[in-house]
């Protein structure tokens, strides 16, 4: 076991280190060029949209769709995940303050990515003969590259999302969940785990109506809450804000000096990117499957919609946790992940500080555990039919319940490794389509 899970972590750290470095940043910067800096020209629009939808009549969509904004929401509630208050601490303990300033341009280039594949996710959706439409990357990767070689890829494609999002992935975020209740409530996480499981599953059995009408209603909720208990955290420490700011700074040479220089900002860029992925999960071939269910008059309204979700989770949610740590000084308390984001909300809030923290985790790994549902599920349509639909429901939800009895070392990594390997084929995909 040991050796399998070493194999794996040396896999991560090339494709981690230089494969989605190159791929994402440069991937992001050649859509960015082609589509004329889309995240700045097409910024209002897409705002405009999305909370003109928050507004609307939320019934419209029907059973077999989602509304522009119930797909922005179940995106959302697959990004805004444990990523922004464990993965972003982690960042900051190894990659320091510089690693936010890397998340910054990965989430940046990301919008341009993440238009892209809204825009192929509705182009190439499929619409069944009972009308029933299911779409993402394995549509437009085949449209990309026909023949065997289009279907390998995108069948690869639908067993690296499944095993990566809906088994391993929604393991770990019940983890997340059980271990803050525990630690907040000193709640078993196996009575955690059953309650989880057991809601999980009565969402998953809803089909995508009741999924879109959880995902609508959890993450303004949840969003508003963290935000606000965020800003009171921020606030109680304003004289560090400006101090917090220039920490950010992709280079600091008061903390590093000489030859030491290259290597920080290199472990900043490298942590910032990778963390950045899997918190806004633009370029990862994910959120596509929520954005093309939307119904909408062209596809291109759904990209200005697309972008907005990773404004909101990298600049609007994860920016808030990075300047909760720093403005608290708590990066050199040596803590890392979910223990680094609880101290710092508990220098202010006192004892609350790990019942917030808890909170948060239950609202941001549950909506996530359904938004990474619906996204396995779409492939494990594509690949076996709709048959394998309520035994896929019944084992991601078994893997939810075993998630929250401990951590598995192996299991993380091999969830952080598929996910990355899940970005070259729809990488690959969108370039070749961006040509077109």
């Known amino acids: 076991m040991d050796k399998l899970n070493n194999i794996v972590l040396l896999i991560q750290h090339y494709l981690a280190d230089y494969i989605l470095i190159i791929l994402l940043?440069?991937?992001?910067?050649?859509?960015t060029i082609r589509l004329g800096f889309i995240q700045i020209r097409g910024f209002k629009a897409g705002w405009k949209r999305t909370f003109g939808g928050l507004?609307?009549?939320?019934?419209t969509a029907g059973k077999d769709g989602m509304s522009s904004f119930q797909a922005l929401a179940t995106a959302i509630a697959a990004q805004v995940g444990t990523g922004n208050i464990a993965g972003a601490a982690t960042a900051l303990a190894i990659g320091g303050p510089g690693a936010i300033f890397w998340m910054w341009i990965a989430a940046f280039l990301g919008m341009a990515t993440i238009f892209g594949e809204a825009i192929m996710a509705q182009k190439y959706k499929h619409v069944g003969k009972d009308g029933h439409v299911t779409g993402g990357p394995v549509y437009y990767i085949q449209a990309a590259f026909k023949g065997t070689f289009g279907k390998i890829l995108a069948a690869v494609?639908?067993?690296l999302i499944i095993f990566a999002l809906g088994f391993m992935g929604n393991a770990v975020q019940s983890n997340s969940i059980a271990s803050a209740f525990h630690t907040a409530f000193g709640i078993p996480q196996i009575v955690v785990g059953i309650i989880i499981a057991a809601i999980a599953l009565f969402v998953f059995v809803g089909g995508i109506s009741r999924i879109a009408k959880v995902t609508e209603t959890i993450v303004p909720i949840m969003a508003c809450f963290y935000i606000i208990g965020s800003l009171i955290v921020i606030f109680a420490n304003f004289k560090e804000i400006p101090y917090a700011f220039y920490s950010i700074g992709a280079f600091k040479p008061s903390a590093v000096s000489g030859g030491a220089v290259g290597a920080t900002v290199k472990l900043a860029l490298t942590k910032g990117v990778a963390r950045g992925l899997f918190s806004n999960e633009a370029g990862m071939g994910s959120t596509p499957h929520a954005h093309a269910v939307a119904k909408v008059e062209?596809?291109?309204e759904q990209g200005f919609v697309a972008m907005i979700g990773v404004f909101i989770d990298?600049?609007?949610i994860l920016n808030l946790t990075a300047l909760v740590i720093i403005t608290t000084q708590s990066i050199p308390t040596g803590l890392t992940g979910t223990a680094l984001s609880q101290y710092a909300f508990s220098s202010v809030f006192g004892k609350f500080g790990n019942v917030f923290i808890a909170i948060c985790m239950f609202f941001f790994a549950f909506s996530t555990i359904i938004g990474w549902y619906f996204f396995g599920q779409a492939n494990v349509k594509y690949l076996f039919g709709k048959k394998a639909v309520k035994p896929y429901a019944v084992l991601v939800s078994l893997c939810v319940l075993l998630g929250s009895l401990a951590?598995?070392?192996l299991v993380w990594n091999m969830a952080d490794c598929f996910n990355s390997l899940m970005v070259i084929p729809n990488i690959l995909a969108l370039f070749f389509l961006s040509s077109q």
Do not use: A, M, N
């Open 55 to 59: 507004f609307s009549k939320k019934g």
């Open 407 to 409: 951590q598995v070392d």
């Open 298 to 300: 062209h596809p291109v």
């Open 25 to 31: 940043l440069g991937g992001g910067v050649i859509f």
């Open 314 to 316: 990298t600049f609007v």
């Open 157 to 159: 494609f639908s067993v």
